[in-house]
């Protein structure tokens, strides 16, 4: 009895730091944030008022807030599947070993992952940069000349940001699908391969279930990526521009946060969270029934 | 062996990086350059004992019970060294007094913890359009000092009010008195000179002339589509920049009338002639062939005002602070900055220049307001303007200090604030506050469109009417409020 008590204080004892940690750093954030969005609340420490759901009520009337929220599921939507397809594609080919250098091109596709969101989006910016961007001389090849530039044009600025973030985040779930692979035992693809299994067979049939596993972890951490990294980007490549045609949540929520509206950038990140917990728990339904253990 | 020897290099390498940990543990000096504080902030002590021959002079000054100060300072292109050499001054001038200096490039989001918190800094140097709110938020709040009394008290140096050394009309403005009651709340620092800026050289060198009307100016486009260059460009992502021909073209459309409807949120505004007026010269830039150079939608300030230099557009919006910011930037062969304000509409009327000014506030819970008061007397005397000039490049709006800090200052800036003084009429204004709690961001709303309208995505009909709902609304919220 003793033993086990002197046990469970000595584990309290090693656990109470990081607990203490994480509270301090997680919990009473996150506490402070669902309070913060009840209140009017100018963010600078003089009289909140508490006003209830009034922040929720005002931002289902709130144009930009609609128009942010399009644009961040319009990100979803176009950077998640192709981030992973990609990410897929090429963890499988480099691991093939049927390319030469493979360790080089793991090197250069995973570079973009470890620069600054700030030094990509700069670059990017040039990169579409109306009049001596390297897709503006592309396409001055072909003869085609672009009326309004990639950046300034509602239709075409969210595809514009959607290739950033693909760029960037491909390498970095394809370095996590390489380590995936290597786990697969060798034998199973020489067995497929005497069976007579073509490579893009052996690929959906073998490498896609058994990584299923990590395949719904990067689903979940993409999906808090996207929404994340949408801020840095649009910050500095558009500030939300044109006119707020490229506004993402986390922008509209720091416009908000910095002119004195703190309480209703709260809010703004209390559907936020909603909105993540919901596509964290759908994605891992649906994609909960297809693991096969090896 | 070899084991050995990996096991001691090992041993080394973590020796190493478990130092190097400590190596933020050590007190930082000093450092005069505005570079190296970008990450951290510094609270300085700025300590120091004064010679004796300053005490017997200086027995006429008075005595403070209280007597540390701190002030907190935004080290923005105007660094800090103004301010420490200031405090120098002010700690030797006033005996046994202390002073704190806190400055950061980053000094709005350092603050805001401790304004939060309660623990305000007696004397701030930040301006009210600060990304991180941390002023327009104090505004809102009424959490600032009344500072009528230091303006209408005797200047330290000479004989006359400090209200009189201040540039006429300065005072009145919504930087200033922000609740529009005359009380003042915030004391001018900088002004800063705003408007079209062109490459001086090359109009000499083709016999251009910087224009007088809008007329001339749209005159131009026909020689700079020869000269193979676009008439106008503006920093695309951030149209705020916009207020500078806006705000101008207004006064010279309607008089000081229009301008305080368009930053009052006046009833009818944008239906006046003075607003339609002005928004047909947003409309010709946007529709007329040459005229807006292209990609501008979407270049940054920097990208912007680097193609202006290197001659792909006759004209730019911008501010005295210029020729300073882009001192690396690269330009065509001969490139001189040339300052031609905001033209007139009728003819003879005179040209006009958009003036801002930076601010300086004392929190209404300053810990030591008297000596904070005492500090802000001592910024205008002749002292502080020249060395104003002197460190920061800078002007401050007082009069005659142009020409105190000509040394100092930048020849295209020094002729911007000659221009002013000469017959450039300048013109001031900032939106009056919202109502607190408001979402409303309205130069935000104003602004933002305008990359609608030069993509010809929305006609300046349609933002007329969008900005006459808007501006409703902001009166709606603030009667609600009992404005």
Partial sequence: MKKSIRRNAFIAFCILPSLLLFSLFIVYPTINVFKTSLYQDSGLGNKAIFIGLENFKAMFKDEVFYIALKNTGFLAATTIAPTLLIALFFAALLTSGKIRYSNFFRTVFFFPSILSFVVISILWSFIYHPTMGLVDSFLGIFGVELELPLLGNKYTVMWALAITMIWQAAGYYMVMYMAGIDSISREIYEAAEIDGASSSQQFWRITVPLLWGIIRTTIIFIINGVITNSFTIVRVMTNGGPDRDSEVLLTFMYNHAVNANMGYAMAVVVVVFIISIILSVVSNRLTGEHAVEM | ?483
């Fill in chain 2, 1 to 483: 062996m070899r084991s050995k020897i990996a096991r001691i290099i090992a041993l080394v390498c973590m020796l190493t990086l478990v130092v190097s940990l400590f190596a933020g543990c050590s007190s930082k000096k000093e450092q005069p350059s505005s570079e190296d504080t970008n990450t951290t902030g510094d609270t300085e002590q700025v300590d120091k004992e004064k010679p004796d021959e300053q005490a017997e002079k200086e027995s006429d000054t008075k005595e403070f019970e209280n007597k540390e100060l701190d002030i907190a300072i935004f080290q923005g292109a105007y660094g800090r060294e103004f301010w420490d050499a200031l405090a120098e001054k002010f700690m030797e001038k006033y005996p046994g007094t202390k002073i704190n200096i806190t400055a950061n490039p980053k000094l709005g989001d350092m603050i805001k913890p401790k304004v939060v918190a309660g623990n305000l800094p007696d004397f701030i140097y930040l301006n009210v359009d600060d990304p991180s709110g941390v002023i327009k938020g104090l505004i809102k709040d009424n959490a600032l000092m009344e500072l009528t009394d230091v303006f209408n008290s005797k200047a330290l140096d000479k004989d006359a009010l400090i209200k009189d050394l201040i540039l006429p009309g300065f005072l009145d403005t919504v930087f200033c008195t922000p609740y529009g009651d005359g009380k003042i709340y915030g004391a001018p620092y900088n002004y800063g000179v705003m408007g079209l800026w062109y490459n001086k050289n090359y109009f000499d060198k083709k016999g251009y002339k910087p224009p007088k009307t809008w007329d001339e100016f749209f005159a131009l486009n026909e020689s700079a589509k020869k000269d193979g260059r676009a008439l106008f460009t503006y920093q695309g992502i951030y149209p705020g920049y916009l207020e500078e021909i806006m705000i101008p073209a207004l006064y010279s459309a309607g008089g000081q009338e229009a301008v305080d409807a368009f930053l009052g949120y006046g009833e009818g505004f944008w239906s006046s002639d003075a607003a339609k007026k002005t928004l047909e010269v947003f409309k010709k830039i946007a529709t007329t062939d040459n005229a807006l150079m292209k990609g501008t939608v979407a270049l940054n300030h920097t990208q912007a005002q680097t193609e202006f230099m290197q001659g792909k557009a006759m004209f730019c919006v911008n501010g005295s602070w210029f020729e300073g910011e882009m001192q690396d930037a690269p330009r065509e062969e001969g490139f001189e900055f040339g300052f031609a304000g905001v033209p007139a509409f009728n003819e003879g009327d005179p040209v006009i220049a958009l003036v801002g000014i930076e601010q300086m506030y004392i929190p209404a819970k300053a810990k030591n307001p008297e000596l904070a008061k005492e500090f802000l007397k001592f910024v205008y005397t002749d002292e502080g303007i020249r060395l104003n000039g002197e460190k920061a490049k800078a002007v401050l709006a007082v009069k005659g200090a142009v020409d105190a800090v000509k040394e100092y200052i930048t020849p295209s800036a020094y002729n911007c604030y000659k221009a002013v003084e000469s017959g450039m009429h300048p013109v001031v204004g900032s939106f009056k506050p919202v109502a607190s709690g408001s979402k409303i961001n309205i130069s935000d709303e104003v602004y933002k469109p305008f990359s609608s309208i030069m993509n010809r995505q929305m006609t300046v009909e349609e933002y007329a009417e969008k900005m006459e709902k808007v501006y409703k609304q902001v009166r709606d919220e603030l009667a609600a409020q009992g404005n």
